[in-house]
């Protein structure tokens, strides 16, 4: 039974940081995991797959009791570690980089289009 309640809070924390780091909201700890599956990495994304089938088992009183295998408590604490580790500021101002960069490349593009057509035209 202890088993049960020690991984039933691993996944409310996994549920947590979910939100915390990646900004999934609404929903179980297996919708969260699925709504954020294409931002993690794939060994992390095996492991979210056992937790989705821990919290699974978890809802039945019965197979709550097989929850005390090892593998439920490493699958959470690997997502747990994967999540801690992220920045959210640094995410943050990763994209707006990333953004700026992409202006900045089609204005220059746009600009050397410009002067391509203009030097066509013989205004140059």
Do not use: C
Request: aromatic letters at 4%.
């Amino acid at each position: 039974m202890q088993e049960t309640a020690d991984i039933t809070a691993r996944m409310a924390n996994v549920s947590k940081l979910l939100h915390e780091k990646h900004g999934v909201k609404r929903g179980t700890l297996s919708a969260r995991l699925r709504r954020a599956r294409p931002l993690l990495p794939r060994r992390i994304r095996h492991e979210a797959d056992i937790l989705r089938e821990a919290e699974q088992l978890a809802e039945n009183p019965r197979l709550a009791m097989t929850l005390s295998d090892p593998r439920y408590r490493r699958a959470a604490d690997a997502l747990t570690t994967h999540l801690k580790t992220i920045d959210v500021a640094d995410r943050r101002k990763g994209y707006w980089l990333g953004v700026l960069g992409g202006m900045a490349f089609n204005l220059l593009i746009v600009l050397v289009l410009l002067f391509v057509t203009l030097a066509l035209l013989g205004h140059i």
